[in-house]
């Protein structure tokens, strides 16, 4: 076998744009094993999940998308990803941050209770993970005399210390 | 493949600009013009049949809910498959953790799924077996390769990759593949 293999990239092109073989291309497939091989494979690639497709009914997957874009536009019931466990982490973590910030005080156990802003939490429940994310973003760094979050980092909050700025957030 | 329409008031931007200006209907359009070549990338990577509707609804509500940041660089299908590709690449981390689990444990057939992975063919299960142990990069640009015929710039929209690397990822996946199926 002297002649060059065939250009590999002619071959999906060929077995999706239904073209022809040109006659060197022919004889040179009818004696070589490889390519022969590789035309295979690349037919059998561009059949791959034909039939499992098949039973898809893309009306039916239309009307469910638009039914939930409409009923629930800001809520993912996401099949694979689910954030609701997560975003509930954040929320907490952002009010706790929120916490510091209003608070303005020199102890975060000793934050003022903030009636004026019940159920916060909740509120950040509703948002979606971007949202989350963009509240993060939205949050200038905290100056130095405003908290005392790198003089006592949340890791060195007890559990009790944490609850009670939860609660002060929720009234 | 930059864009399945002749029409250009059909047209997948002219669609998502419909969409946009609160026609449902061009959504649908949308939704049932890609379904089908989603649901087929989907598989090749590997996930189960019984699951493609869940995917690909989900699929069109991630790009839907954040169509502002599709600008129209890459066609919307390509768009679309990097979407799909994330969100199987999540749900597979969910089914197996970080450990990578070999696809062929997919492909056994179980009562959940009668007539998908078990009514392959020989060919086919054998193929999706040698994709699913390619590298990630190897693997998608094989599929949207082979599987779909996207030319290598839509590929690389899809990828975010160059037509150089991505020429590259696709020999390479063809030259592993061929080894395994021999």
């Known amino acids: 076998m002297t002649d060059p293999h065939i250009d590999s990239d002619r071959m999906p092109l060929l077995a999706h744009a239904g073209g022809k073989w040109t006659p060197v291309e022919t004889a040179h497939l009818a004696g070589c094993a490889e390519c022969r091989l590789e035309w295979e494979l690349v037919q059998a690639a561009s059949a791959l999940g034909r039939a499992a497709a098949s039973r898809i009914d893309p009306n039916r997957v239309a009307a469910r998308v638009l039914h939930r874009l409409t009923e629930a536009p800001r809520r993912s019931s996401g099949f694979a990803v689910r954030p609701a466990r997560w975003a509930l982490a954040l929320a907490a973590a952002a009010a706790i941050v929120l916490a510091f910030r209003i608070a303005g005080s020199h102890s975060p156990v000793r934050v003022a209770p903030s009636p004026a802003r019940p159920g916060i939490l909740h509120e950040l429940d509703e948002l979606t993970a971007s949202e989350l994310e963009a509240i993060f973003d939205a949050i200038p760094p905290a100056a130095a005399n405003e908290t005392h979050v790198e003089s006592a980092p949340f890791g060195e909050l007890d559990t009790n210390d944490l609850e009670r700025v939860l609660r002060s957030l929720e009234g | ?182």
């Not at chain 2, 690449?89 to 969910?94: A, E, G, L, V």
């Not at chain 2, 444990?105 to 009514?119: I, K, Q, R, T």
């Not at chain 2, 990828?159 to 395994?180: F, I, M």
């Open chain 2, 1 to 182: 493949m930059r864009d399945m329409s002749e029409d250009p008031s059909r047209s997948d931007p002219a669609l998502v600009a419909a969409y946009r200006s609160g026609d449902e209907a061009a959504a649908t359009e949308l939704v049932t013009r890609h379904a089908g070549a989603l649901g087929r990338y989907l598989y090749g990577l590997g996930a189960y049949s019984a699951d493609l509707d869940d995917l690909i609804q989900e699929t069109f509500i991630r790009a839907f809910r954040a169509l502002d940041s599709w600008r129209g660089e890459a066609s919307f299908r390509s768009w679309l498959f990097r979407i799909a590709a994330n969100l199987r690449k999540d749900q597979y981390r969910k089914e197996g953790g970080r450990v990578a689990v070999p696809i062929e444990d997919h492909d056994l057939a179980d009562a959940s799924d009668p007539e998908g992975e078990a009514g392959a063919s020989e060919m086919e299960r054998r193929l999706r077996e040698g994709i699913g142990r390619l590298p990630r990069m190897q693997r998608e640009v094989f599929l949207l390769r082979a599987q779909q015929g996207m030319d290598y710039v839509d590929i690389c929209a899809a990828l975010g990759t160059t037509p150089g690397a991505a020429r590259v990822h696709y020999h390479h996946a063809v030259k592993r593949l061929k080894e395994l199926m021999q």
